[in-house]
């Protein structure tokens, strides 16, 4: 059975910095693409980055240049640095498992984790 757990949210500045963490278990996602969505009250589900099997990066331009995500295969896991946060900002971000080698999207990613809470205060 396919796990992703999200870790690392919390209560922050408008200006300071967060690294969520995503653990995966019962699947082996080094050779997928992984990534990260949030969703504020009352809005749809977002797109905020994703990484290729080999590293690749994509983004929302909303977060380009302040977020970076990685991976470390090695321990299955992913992160997201977020870095200069802003109160729009706030929402809950998930963890998503691919079914592919790239980042498609076209194409959404069937693992989901249950969501961090992250809280950006102005």
């Known amino acids: 059975q396919v796990r992703l757990v999200e870790s690392g949210g919390g209560l922050v500045q408008a200006g300071g910095s967060l690294r969520l963490s995503c653990a995966a278990t019962?699947?082996?996602?080094?050779?997928?693409?992984m990534g990260w969505f949030r969703q504020a009250p009352g809005k749809e589900r977002e797109f905020v980055a994703a990484?290729?099997?080999?590293?690749?990066?994509y983004y929302a331009d909303s977060v380009k240049g302040r977020f970076t995500i990685s991976r470390d295969n090695a321990k299955n896991m992913m992160y997201l640095q977020m870095n200069s946060l802003k109160p729009e900002d706030t929402a809950v971000y998930y963890c998503?498992?691919?079914?592919?080698?790239?980042?498609?999207?076209?194409?959404?990613?069937?693992?989901w984790g249950q969501g961090t809470q992250v809280t950006v205060s102005s």
């Open positions: 019962g699947r082996t996602f080094s050779g997928y693409a």
């Open positions: 990484i290729n099997w080999r590293g690749s990066t």
């Open positions: 998503a498992g691919y079914a592919t080698q790239l980042y498609v999207a076209a194409s959404p990613p069937p693992y």
